[in-house]
């Protein structure tokens, strides 16, 4: 889900890249490859990133794929056995194991799903306001 | 403003830097450059000049081989570089427009600071060995671009941030940072004011003594003021070259003597 925001935003950054700096490093007898990594690249890579982390954000606040594709096993414990058991126990992203906490009766279950919405919030904001950051501070003009 | 200067300085070099013979231009179908015959003179201002769209920019090009880059371009015939092939196939592109440096219409300065920009051909061919020797590169270039007085206090601030004249001989100052030996310029001046245009013509002129300069120019006058070889061109075809007294006052070509009064263009 997150892969054609990461796309666009990319194949519109390294467009903004205005031809003429490619000729610029052409001119001065950079090689393909260096007029890309040197130029070409670094300008685009601001663009990017925002268009990465944005993605991201919108796939950690996704609901309706994860419950698609299963990826839905219940986390009953707040910590795994040990470092193999983490990777291969049942495991599942915030907005689903929201989802179940929020599904069961008990208050104790009601407060654990409030805690993870906040939690979810926090770090969506974050996320959105380092991609704001991050454009005002590489936002540049030709 | 500098006409004094200008004609004090007589051609004095009659020897051939660039050599093109037979060369043939085309854009796909498109047949850009027809029977192109030249010789470009070492330390000679040579100008270019023409209507829009007879294929100045692309002979230009040719000369530092910036058409490899557009994939529909093909060139045949024979161009020469102190007598050696710059289409040899053992040539590589790259290490070519070290030599021959360009100029841009716009000016294009990488957004980096004024200092990176210059030291940015010298790094990549590894010309200087240590800091002191760059430093020395960069301050050497920028004096011959005349605009090291202008921003020697602020190397480290962005090329992006000056003028149009200084940001144009920003560039100058890059492209001959690499020490080429020739130095060519599309339209150099046609973003600039007319007091930079002057600034950039005066050291076109000053380029003369170290460079061979080849400037392509929409401008008459400006093409009178700083050449002292000139070809016309006119749809493809290199219709007259020769002295820049000479084009000006006396062509032999009906279509020369046409364009430099004005009737075609
Ligand atoms: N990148 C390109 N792709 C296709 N055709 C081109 C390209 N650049 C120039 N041409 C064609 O080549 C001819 C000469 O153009 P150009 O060299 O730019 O002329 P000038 O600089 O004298 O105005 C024109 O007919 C133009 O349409
Ligand atoms: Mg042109």
């Known amino acids: 889900m997150t892969l054609p925001t990461i796309i666009i935003s990319t194949r519109a950054a390294l467009k903004a890249v205005p031809p003429s700096i490619r000729d610029a490093a052409l001119g001065v007898g950079a090689s393909k490859m260096q007029s890309v990594f040197h130029h070409v690249l670094p300008l685009a890579m601001p663009g990017v990133l925002t268009g990465t982390i944005i993605g991201l954000a919108q796939a950690l606040g996704e609901t309706a794929p994860l419950l698609l594709i299963g990826m839905v096993g219940y986390v009953a414990t707040n910590t ?59 936002e540049r003009r030709w | 403003m500098n006409d004094m200067t200008l004609t004090e300085r007589a051609v004095n070099a009659t020897e051939n830097k660039i050599t093109a ?39 230009l090009r040719c000369l530092n081989r910036m058409n490899d880059t557009i994939d529909i371009c093909r060139v045949t015939g024979e161009i020469l570089l102190d007598n050696e092939d710059i289409y040899d196939r053992r040539v590589d592109p790259v290490q070519l427009r070290a030599k021959v440096g360009m100029v841009f219409q716009k000016p294009n300065p990488f957004p980096k600071s004024i200092y990176d920009n210059v030291a940015y051909g010298p790094k990549i061919h590894g010309l200087t060995r240590n800091r002191a020797e760059l430093d020395e590169t960069v301050e050497a270039s920028l004096r011959k671009a005349a605009l090291w007085n202008e921003v020697k206090d602020r190397l480290t601030a962005p090329g992006t941030g000056l003028s149009g004249g200084q940001q144009q001989r920003l560039c100058i100052a890059r492209a001959i940072a690499t020490s080429p030996e020739v130095l060519l310029m599309d339209e150099p001046c046609s973003a600039l004011d007319p007091i930079a245009t002057a ?32 070809a016309f061109f006119h749809l493809g075809h290199l219709v007259e070259y020769g002295d820049t007294d000479k084009i000006f006052t006396n062509p032999t070509d009906p279509r020369t003597e046409s364009y430099i009064t004005g009737r075609i263009g």
């Not at chain 1, 008990?106 to 991050?134: C, H, K, Q, T």
């Open chain 2, 199 to 230: 600034q950039v013509e005066e050291l076109i002129d000053e380029l003369r003594t170290n460079y061979s300069v080849v400037i392509v120019t929409h401008s008459m006058q400006q093409a009178a003021r700083v050449s002292q070889k000139t």
């Open chain 1, 80 to 138: 795994p056995d040990g470092f193999i058991d983490g990777f291969v126990s049942p495991n599942s992203a915030m907005p689903a194991q929201i989802y179940e906490w929020a599904k069961r009766a008990d208050p104790a279950f009601y407060e654990r799903a409030w805690g993870g919405i906040i939690i979810l919030l926090v770090f969506l904001l974050s996320m959105n306001i380092i991609a704001i950051i991050l454009r005002r501070k590489f």
């Open chain 2, 21 to 59: 013979r037979n060369v043939q231009v085309y854009y796909g179908e498109n047949h850009a450059i027809k029977d192109v015959d030249v010789d470009i003179l070492d330390k000679t201002v040579t100008a270019f000049i023409g209507p829009s769209g007879c294929g100045k920019s692309t002979f």
